[in-house]
């Protein structure tokens, strides 16, 4: 697997060439900034840390940063500044230390299933805390192996005792990062937190469809208000029609025209708010539970 991520793979295979310039540089250094300022940790490992891009920027923000990856050239890579922090490793082995935050960046989906389900329990013994993205539509990527589903992953943290922390928008890494925290309580008041989420979601949904709605009838009625003034207006010899009439029929029409045009829009920014998406997973959880 080592030879699968060498220098070919960094150049084509992640979106643009994975290189050091300055747009990968700031894109992690945001990331470090976030990290320390919203969960403060002391020591971070980032497990699949390529290049080390992270393990510098979080250095450079204060924070005891370390890497591993399992691709030797990656490591070759590693800034000479932070070469001690990071090794050549794989994670289906044990850690070799215990970290207040790991971090897994788009590394899991490469691993092959049983392996990957080996690495998650490697990374819950090493912490409690466990900042996770991993793409779930990227089939086309030749390495990615075990593409899934957030729920598949959320299932897997969640037999360590690890669940999603509810409160915490991990969204500046990738529109599915996910924190899974450990969690000693009982397991009702895991629940009672999804359903504190689950709840605001499901009414602002609704909303979102109330407004959908009412805007697709505005719309059909704004059409039917067109079609009325064109046939009206082909019915009636132009040159024959008062010059006042005629004038305020075309403003009728621009009007018309101009409130479709603003329908259409609004419709189309309900159907593409974060809200409306966040229905169909809504709607697949709530399946999913009642067969359960």
């Known amino acids: 697997m080592n030879s699968n991520f060498d220098a070919n793979y960094y150049a084509t295979s992640c979106g643009r060439p994975y290189?050091?310039?300055?747009?990968?540089?700031?894109?992690?250094?945001m990331i470090a900034e976030k990290i320390k300022r919203e969960i403060a940790p002391v020591t971070v490992l980032d497990a699949g840390c390529a290049f080390g891009f992270l393990v510098e920027q979080l250095r450079n923000a204060g924070l005891q940063a370390y890497g591993v990856d399992?691709?030797?050239?990656?490591i070759e890579q590693v800034h000479s500044s932070i070469q001690e922090f990071c090794w050549v490793g794989s994670l289906t082995e044990p850690l070799p230390h215990q970290y207040d935050l790991i971090v897994s960046i788009e590394v899991l989906?490469?691993?092959?299933?049983?392996?990957?389900?080996?690495?998650?329990?490697?990374?819950?013994m090493a912490s409690d805390d466990i900042l996770i993205s991993s793409t779930p539509f990227d089939y086309k990527e030749a390495t990615h192996w075990n593409v899934q589903v957030p729920e598949y992953w959320a299932e897997q943290f969640a037999m360590?005792?690890?669940f999603r922390d509810v409160d915490f928008d991990a969204s500046f890494i990738t529109p599915w990062a996910v924190r899974f925290r450990k969690r000693k309580e009982p397991v009702w008041h895991v629940i009672r937190e999804y359903e504190r989420?689950?709840?605001?979601?499901?009414?602002?949904?609704?909303?979102?469809?109330?407004?959908?709605?009412?805007?697709?009838?505005?719309l059909r009625e704004a059409t039917k208000t067109i079609a009325a003034l064109q046939t009206e207006m082909e019915q009636k010899q132009i040159?024959?029609?008062?010059?006042?009439?005629?004038?305020?029929?075309?403003?009728?029409?621009?009007?018309?025209?101009?409130?479709?045009?603003?329908?259409?829009?609004?419709?189309?920014?309900?159907?593409?708010?974060?809200?409306?998406?966040?229905?169909?997973?809504?709607?697949?959880?709530?399946?999913?539970?009642?067969?359960?």
């Open 19 to 29: 290189q050091r310039d300055e747009q990968w540089l700031q894109f992690f250094g």
């Open 160 to 162: 360590h005792a690890f």
């Open 239 to 292: 040159n024959s029609i008062n010059p006042e009439l005629f004038t305020s029929l075309q403003q009728e029409l621009a009007a018309s025209l101009q409130q479709l045009q603003s329908i259409q829009a609004e419709n189309e920014a309900i159907k593409n708010s974060e809200t409306w998406r966040i229905l169909q997973k809504i709607s697949q959880f709530r399946q999913k539970f009642r067969r359960k």
């Open 197 to 218: 989420i689950l709840w605001p979601l499901k009414k602002e949904n609704f909303d979102l469809r109330v407004l959908a709605s009412e805007t697709q009838n505005a």
């Open 109 to 124: 989906e490469h691993m092959p299933k049983d392996q990957a389900e080996k690495a998650i329990q490697n990374l819950c």
């Open 70 to 74: 399992i691709s030797t050239y990656a």
